[in-house]
Nanobody
Framework: QVQLVESGGGLVQAGGSLRLSCAAS????????MGWFRQAPGKEREFVAA????????DYADSVKGRFTISRDNAKNTVVLQMNSLKTEDTAVYYC???????????????????WGQGTQVTVSS
């Protein structure tokens, strides 16, 4: 099992940046593909970004391509989402998720992930 704790959320003006971190417990972090998802009020949880166990494969939602970057440090059991050029529509609770996978394929579907953090609020003001 793995436990996930997100941090780094907050309030930022449009055009600004935030860096979200997800700390994972356990000794087998490098066995997990990791993803970031978000959920705005009244909307379904949606895919934001994902990274394979090795970091070799990354995938992004079209809405964040070119603005967000996902990375991981397997030695530190962390995954980071760097968010630049933030827009008001990026406002949501952001969740870190994990699925055990040795594949280079990363998943976008929420039901592919087995472990979830508690979420961190990101609010972008105009």
């Amino acid at each position: 099992q793995v436990q996930l704790v997100e941090s780094g959320g907050g309030l930022v003006q449009a055009g600004g940046s935030l860096r979200l971190s997800c700390a994972a417990s356990g000794r087998s972090f490098s066995s997990y593909a990791m993803g970031w998802f978000r959920q705005a009020p009244g909307k379904e949880r949606e895919f934001v970004a994902a990274i394979s166990w090795s970091g070799a494969s990354r995938d992004y939602a079209d809405s964040v391509k070119g603005r967000f970057t996902i990375s991981r440090d397997n030695a530190k059991n962390t995954v980071v989402l760097q968010m630049n050029s933030l827009k008001t529509e990026d406002t949501a609770v952001y969740y870190c998720a994990a699925v055990r996978s040795g594949s280079s394929i990363v998943e976008q579907a929420t039901n592919e992930y087995d472990y979830w953090g508690q979420g961190t609020q990101v609010t972008v003001s105009s």
